[in-house]
């Protein structure tokens, strides 16, 4: 008797479990009642163990519906995080225009240059000897304003005299000096007219 009522149960059980599972039927609320009391009868029983995994496989598909949605959401907007990091790099871009700033101070250094022509004119004295029948050194540079000293260091006398005419001196004994300041820019060539070979020039910057 026993066992033929075990398996009256179990059966009851089944129908039961398949009845909830199809969400009940249009029977009518008798119906659904009386699988609920056999479901019931059957949990006291020992089925126990059939009725409790079919809730907790139910409980575990919900639960792994529900993640789902909220993981799309995530993803999106730490797409949209990533995708705002690009605008910052043509504000990289911008820092390159400075340096032709940089490029426009060079310039003025040019006009440092210029200052000093000026200073070349300070004017200063230069000495000519006449020695061994030769002027020495026989060519100068001078500046505007400066004045060239000939002296005579030789034992034969001589002269100071400008081809063009711009400047001539006495006959120079041993040991005299002629000198002559120089005005304006040019080459001013000269010789001695006793030894017309000795030749010199002056030029003026
Ligand atoms: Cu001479």
Known sequence: MKRIRAIALSLAAVSAVLLLACGGGNDGGAAEETATSTATAAVAASPTVTATPARTATATATASATPSPTQAPTQAPTQAATQAPPPPAPVATQPPPPPPVATQPPPPPPVATQPPPPPPPPPTTVSVAMNNLAFIPGNVTVTVGSTVVWRNSDQFPHDVTANG????????????????TFSAPGTYGYICTIHPFMTGAVTVN
């Open 165 to 180: 005419g711009g400047f001539a001196s006495d006959t120079l004994n041993a040991g005299g000096t002629f000198s002559t």
